[in-house]
């Protein structure tokens, strides 16, 4: 089965740092990979996704995402960070044969000082 | 365009009660999804429902059902609800028929508590 894996629960920036989120994922085939956000009290937008195009996948709000398959990695990065970027990311691959069902990673919670 | 919607927000049930979550797509999405996210357990795939069927469900027991309507818009119930039914219950739904490359749009969710 398809799983996901987001090393750091919590990770804390500075305002206009480098943000990096880390995403793994194991897979016997090739993956849909996904990066969502939620605010509090709100629900999941997506930030971007990899779908077997180009490898740097650019998505909303200035995040961006490399697929790298002998890393079987989907690390999220902005290279400066906003208060606003404040909230819980979530990487999720989509189960090839399941019709797109989401399995989801824990989820990194990324706080931005001022 | 209006987004996936959901009713009611916020619900506080007790224990061994039923409940019912609505969820109404973005038009022209045929496939919903619904999701559990409770605290420390992250989020789960709980059913999918395309053109009025199910097509899948996650690891839940069988008081949780639901189905999809002709308009595509969908219910979640849950039966004798139990303690650790409290959650926030996310509805998605995505265009066409559903594949791995499609994105699910999410709605903001019903808050459930269970007392």
């Known amino acids: 089965a398809q799983s996901v894996t987001q090393l750091g629960s919590h990770v804390s920036v500075s305002e206009g740092a480098l943000v990096l989120l880390r995403c793994n994922y194991s897979s016997s085939v090739p993956p849909y990979l996904f990066w969502y956000v939620q605010y509090p009290n709100q629900g999941l937008q997506l930030l971007l996704k990899?779908?077997?195009?180009?490898?740097l996948v650019k998505g909303i709000n200035g995040f961006e995402a490399e697929f790298k398959k002998s890393e079987t990695s989907f690390h999220l990065t902005k290279p400066s960070a906003h208060m606003s970027d404040a909230a819980e990311y979530f990487c999720?691959?989509?189960?090839?044969?399941?019709?797109?069902?989401?399995?989801f990673g824990q989820g990194t919670e990324l706080s931005v000082k001022p | 365009e209006a987004g996936v919607t959901q009713s009611p927000t916020h619900l506080i049930k007790t224990r061994g009660q039923q409940v019912t979550l609505r969820c109404s797509p973005i038009?022209?999405?045929?496939?919903v999804y619904w999701y559990q996210q409770a605290l420390g357990l992250g989020l789960q795939f709980l059913l999918w429902y395309d053109e009025g069927e199910e097509r899948n469900r996650g690891n839940f027991p069988p008081r949780f059902s639901g189905r999809q309507f002709p308009n595509y818009s969908s219910e979640l119930n849950v039966n004798a609800l139990e303690l650790e039914d409290s959650a926030l219950y996310l509805c998605a739904s995505s265009p066409g028929l559903a594949g791995p490359k499609n994105i699910q749009y999410f709605g903001a969710g019903t808050r459930l508590s269970v007392l």
């Open positions: 999720a691959v989509s189960e090839y044969n399941q019709g797109g069902k989401l399995i």
């Open positions: 038009s022209g999405h045929t496939s």
């Open positions: 990899y779908t077997s195009a180009a490898t």
